[in-house]
C-alpha cells in the first residue's frame, strides 16, 4: 500500500512542509512519483521516518541522522541502537526531574540541599567537580586528603552512585520518621541492598566498612550537619543501623 505526503503527515504527525524538506534533503525519499505529481510512500519510507523521529527525539541534527541510516541499513540494528540511546536519556531525565523535586522540595522546607544531590541527573564534569568543590576543600583542610578530585570523573556512574545513594537516605529517613527500629529487618535489608549496589560500583565496602563510615560522620561536623540538615537524629539513626547490621 502507498500513502500520499498527507496521508503520511496524518499518521506520523509529522509536518508536510518537514517531509518535503526531508525529500528536499535526501533524508527521506519517497518511493514513487504519481503521474499526477504525488509524492507516495510505502512500507520501508515509513519505517525511514520511525527511524528519523527516534533519532530526532535524541536531538541528533539532520544531516548526521542522513549519514547514520547510510551507515547502517539494516533496520534491527538502527532499532535497538536508538533503544539503548533512549532508555539512557529517559533514566537522565527521571534523575533530573527527581533532582528538581528535591530542590523544591528543599526549598519548601527552608532547609540546606545536600550538595552533591544538587546535580544529580546532570552530563557535566564540570557540574559535579563543582558540586563536590566545597566537600573537598573540607576534605583537604581537615584532613589533607582530595579523595573526590583525584583524577577524571565518570559522569555516568557518578549519577548512578548519587541516585542511589540518595534513594538510601531518603528510605532510612523515612524510616526514622516513622519510628521504625534501627534494627528492624526493613533496616537491615536497606544496608544490604546498599552494600551490594556500592560493591557492584566498585567501591569494595564491607559491613564493617560501613559502620566505620557511619561512625565518621558522627564525629566529623562537616557531615554530621549534612545528615542532621536532612533530619534530625540521621547521623545517629544511621550510625546505630550500621553498627547493628554488622554485629547481626
Not at 578530585?149 to 565518570?154: K, Q, R, V
Not at 541516585?163 to 526514622?176: I, N, P, Q, R, V
Amino acid at each position: 500500500m502507498l500513502y500520499t505526503v498527507k496521508e503520511v503527515s496524518s499518521l506520523s504527525n509529522v509536518t508536510i512542509k518537514t517531509l518535503h524538506h526531508y525529500h528536499k534533503i535526501g533524508l527521506l525519499l519517497p518511493c514513487e512519483i504519481s503521474e499526477g505529481g504525488y509524492r507516495l510512500y510505502g512500507t520501508k519510507e515509513l519505517e525511514r521516518l520511525q527511524q528519523i523521529l527516534f533519532y530526532r527525539e535524541l536531538d541528533f541534527p539532520l544531516e548526521q541522522i542522513k549519514q547514520l541510516l547510510e551507515e547502517e541499513p539494516e533496520r534491527m540494528s538502527i532499532l535497538l541502537q536508538q533503544e539503548k540511546l533512549l532508555l539512557i536519556r529517559k533514566k537522565r531525565i527521571e534523575a533530573v526531574i527527581q533532582t528538581l523535586k528535591t530542590s523544591i522540595a528543599s526549598m519548601e522546607k527552608g532547609v540546606i540541599m545536600d550538595k552533591a544531590d544538587m546535580f544529580i541527573g546532570f552530563e557535566s564534569e564540570e557540574a559535579w567537580k563543582e558540586a563536590l568543590s566545597e566537600q573537598n576543600e573540607y576534605l583537604k583542610q581537615a584532613y589533607d586528603v582530595r579523595p573526590l578530585d583525584a583524577g577524571p570523573i565518570d559522569v555516568q556512574s557518578m549519577n548512578e552512585q548519587a541516585g542511589e545513594a540518595a534513594a538510601f537516605m531518603t528510605d532510612m529517613k523515612s524510616a526514622l520518621q516513622e519510628g521504625i527500629k534501627h534494627n528492624d529487618e526493613k533496616i537491615r535489608h536497606l544496608i544490604h541492598c546498599h552494600l551490594d549496589f556500592m560493591n557492584e560500583h566498585g567501591q569494595s565496602v564491607s559491613a564493617a566498612d560501613f559502620a566505620v563510615q557511619t561512625r565518621f560522620f558522627l564525629s566529623d561536623d562537616f557531615h554530621l550537619r549534612m545528615l542532621e540538615d536532612q533530619q534530625t537524629g540521621l547521623a545517629y539513626y544511621l550510625n546505630a543501623a550500621a553498627e547493628s547490621f554488622v554485629n547481626q
